[in-house]
């Protein structure tokens, strides 16, 4: 009934750019706060943007005036767009939503299977 997908990673040199997709679906009829994970190698899953159900936006240092992230509550779907991508950026990045269903379930921070972004120098 709930789908959570992110789509748009690759392999990319430093320097360019990337957008990542996050898309619900199913019975989903909105897409709330969002964040966007990442997890190096060997490392633990953290935070790169967020996006609040009101709008708000907050991120990660390293990735401020780089990344941004957006909601589009039509499309049902969040993105982060990444420009001058360091190789420092490599991971795997997740989509963390919360979810309204068309029956009025809530589903609180829900995760996608994640994307591969690979940034080479």
């Known amino acids: 009934q709930v789908q959570l997908v992110e789509s748009g990673g690759g392999l990319v040199q430093a320097g360019g750019s990337l957008r990542l997709s996050c898309e619900a679906s199913?019975?989903?009829?909105?897409?709330?706060?969002v964040g966007w994970y990442r997890q190096g190698p060997g490392t633990r899953r953290e935070l790169v943007a967020g996006i609040t159900s009101g709008g708000s936006t907050n991120y990660e240092d390293s990735v401020k005036g780089r990344f941004t992230i957006s909601r589009d509550n039509a499309k049902k779907s969040a993105y982060l767009q990444m420009n001058s991508l360091r190789p420092e950026d490599t991971g795997v990045y997740y989509c963390?939503?919360?979810?309204?269903?068309?029956?009025?379930?809530?589903?609180?921070?829900?995760w996608g299977h994640g994307t591969q972004v690979t940034v080479s120098s």
């Open positions: 963390n939503a919360d979810l309204m269903a068309g029956d009025g379930h809530f589903y609180s921070d829900y």
């Open positions: 199913g019975s989903i009829v909105s897409i709330n706060a």
